[in-house]
């Protein structure tokens, strides 16, 4: 089975933002078809490709419909194949490493301090342990052959 294209965007009226998405979602698309994926995985991105072609031929295009259909093909790669975009990982623990590690170490310090202006101090050390934690992750992930070599927009 093979993925659907996405159809060119009328020139008119179009921003810059959205020619960026639609060129994302073409060099994505183009990644893809390029690797072995199952079928149900393909149905499922040619369902949201044939959404955002109907919505480019009533010319009522949006750069949400670009921005929505990105991050359900990139989810339904992720949850399936396992297959994910270059720094996706070290920009989910980034935000996890500042809840689960950071804001617990602040209160600690300034619990500790006996002034809970401090807690903030938890903050960048929870964002650096984040980061360090999404970076590995990210390698083993290249060294798995399940990155993408696009980045998310």
Known sequence: MDLTQLNEIPTEKVSSRLK????????????????????????????????????????????????????KILNILEQETGLVPKNHYKQKW????????????GVVFGTTQGNMAFIGIGIPIGLVMGVAIGSQKDKKAKEEGKQLQVDIM
């Not at 980034?94 to 170490?105: N, S, T």
Request: hydrophobic share 40%; aromatic share 8%.
């Open 94 to 105: 980034m935000g996890i490493g500042m809840a689960v590690f950071g804001i617990p170490l």
């Open 20 to 71: 960026r998405k639609a060129e994302f979602l073409k060099l994505l698309l183009a990644e893809l078809s390029e690797r072995k994926l199952p079928d149900s995985t393909i149905r499922k991105i040619n369902d949201e490709i044939n959404s955002l072609n109907f919505h480019l031929s009533e010319k009522s295009i949006k750069t949400s419909h670009f921005t929505k259909a990105q991050y």
